[in-house]
């Protein structure tokens, strides 16, 4: 027999492990080895394993793993954020160029987030209280944001920008 038989013969018992069946080998005067499920002389009995088997569920059972359809992102944690001072469009002198924003949010900033305001698109400070002071702006129109930043820096709540321009003395005249 040739060698390829008998391992097909030996996968196809092993493969057949829901029926308990004595297996024998049996080695012929030439050397071939055989396998059979009837003892015969000279034959040897051989404990075979019990194949490992699995049951695949059903398809309508598996309906209860289907994945759940996205949930609509949580809302913001900050429904209003705002720079109350200066205002819009607003124009001023300060004569040392710094400028205090005031800022609120709804609901109030929540542990561990803070204030930060940006002056033409950098940010220049950063508070807990509402109230940041910018120092030594130049003259001119300016655009300022606002943001929330949790401790890590990223921002988790922003509001709308304002435009202010600022009037300082000038040494040329």
């Given amino acids: 027999m040739k060698?390829?038989?008998v391992i097909a013969a030996v996968t196809l018992l092993l493969a057949s492990g829901a029926v308990q069946a004595e297996v024998y080998r049996q080695v012929d005067?030439?050397?071939n080895v055989t396998f059979s499920d009837e003892p015969s002389s000279g034959a040897e009995a051989i404990k075979v394993r019990p194949v490992t088997?699995?049951?695949l569920p059903k398809m309508q059972d598996l309906e209860q793993f289907e994945q759940p359809q996205q949930e609509q992102p949580p809302g913001p944690l900050y429904e209003l954020v705002r720079i109350v001072y200066p205002r819009n469009n607003e124009a001023f002198t300060s004569g040392n160029g710094d400028v205090e924003f005031s800022v609120i949010s709804s609901p109030q900033l929540r542990d561990g987030h803070k204030y930060e305001v940006t002056l033409d698109g950098?940010?220049?400070g950063q508070s807990t209280s509402g109230t940041i002071l910018v120092q030594q702006i130049d003259r001119g129109t300016h655009q300022a944001g606002v943001n929330i930043v949790n401790r890590s820096g990223v921002q988790v709540g922003?509001?709308?920008g304002?435009?202010?321009?600022?009037h300082r003395p000038s040494r040329l005249n």
């Fill in 29 to 31: 005067a030439q050397g």
């Fill in 162 to 166: 304002i435009t202010f321009t600022i």
């Fill in 158 to 160: 922003s509001g709308t």
């Fill in 3 to 5: 060698p390829a038989i």
């Fill in 53 to 55: 088997t699995i049951t």
């Fill in 122 to 124: 950098q940010p220049v």
